[in-house]
T-cell receptor, first 114, second 112 residues
Framework: NAGVTQTPKFQVLKTGQSMTLQCAQD?????MSWYRQDPGMGLRLIHY???????DQGEVPNGYNVSRSTTEDFPLRLLSAAPSQTSVYFC?????????????FGEGSRLTVL | SQQGEEDPQALSIQEGENATMNCSYK?????LQWYRQNSGRGLVHLIL?????REKHSGRLRVTLDTSKKSSSLLITASRAADTASYFC????????????FGKGNQVVVIP
């Protein structure tokens, strides 16, 4: 099993550009989520999903869209990139629909917005 | 809002010593989890303690939970250079908002 796979690992964007961060898991997990990690801020939840077709906002959802058409994939879309979105993004999944168990993390996607 | 604040923020110890980190939280929780993050990598789950548990062990790790004080501690015994990492506590709140909220992390450096 590959676990949680994120692509790309590194990306540089110009202000106003759009892009999609990909996340896929092969563990048949119901719960998937996106976090961003900034220095001194810990991890902050952007969006999450408890199953295919169901998504909800986290702590910092503005400027990001998600969809969950399959159990395996949970892409994160930046609609119009801003320098404030420069961060490291982590996708994480959990085998339960409720996040009462451990999260499995991808290796991260480092995004720089110029 | 941030749920889970670790204290101290940075810790430097000699190999073989014990490392203790604390985490406090503000509201009623379902469970509290500890994660490790090596530099440039994703987070790895270490241990989960439920609100009705007071202590849990996993190898060289010992976690305690005091719900009356809304705090938890992570003890790493006989530390190794490979334990150098950032350690995060995270909480699942008790009113079912289905979110895992992370603290800001503890940087631990183990000197060989």
């Amino acid at each position: 099993n590959a676990g949680v796979t994120q692509t790309p690992k590194f990306q540089v964007l110009k202000t106003g550009q759009s892009m999609t961060l990909q996340c896929a898991q092969d563990m048949n997990h119901e719960y998937m989520s996106w976090y961003r990690q900034d220095p001194g801020m810990g991890l902050r939840l952007i969006h999450y999903s408890v199953g295919a077709g169901i998504t909800d906002q986290g702590e910092v959802p503005n400027g990001y869209n998600v969809s969950r058409s399959t159990t395996e994939d949970f892409p994160l879309r930046l609609l119009s990139a801003a320098p404030s979105q420069t961060s490291v993004y982590f996708c994480a999944s959990s085998y339960e629909g409720q996040v009462t168990g451990e999260l499995f993390f991808g290796e991260g996607s480092r995004l720089t917005v110029l | 809002s941030q749920q889970g604040e670790e204290d101290p923020q940075a810790l430097s110890i000699q190999e073989g010593e014990n490392a203790t980190m604390n985490c406090s939280y503000k509201t009623s929780i379902n469970n509290l989890q500890w994660y490790r993050q090596n530099s440039g990598r994703g987070l790895v789950h270490l241990i989960l303690i439920r609100s009705n548990e007071r202590e849990k062990h996993s190898g060289r790790l010992r976690v305690t939970l005091d719900t009356s004080k809304k705090s938890s501690s992570l003890l790493i015994t006989a530390s190794r250079a490979a334990d150098t990492a950032s350690y995060f506590c995270a909480t699942v709140l008790n009113y079912g908002n289905n979110r895992l909220a992370f603290g800001k992390g503890n940087q631990v450096v183990v000197i060989p």
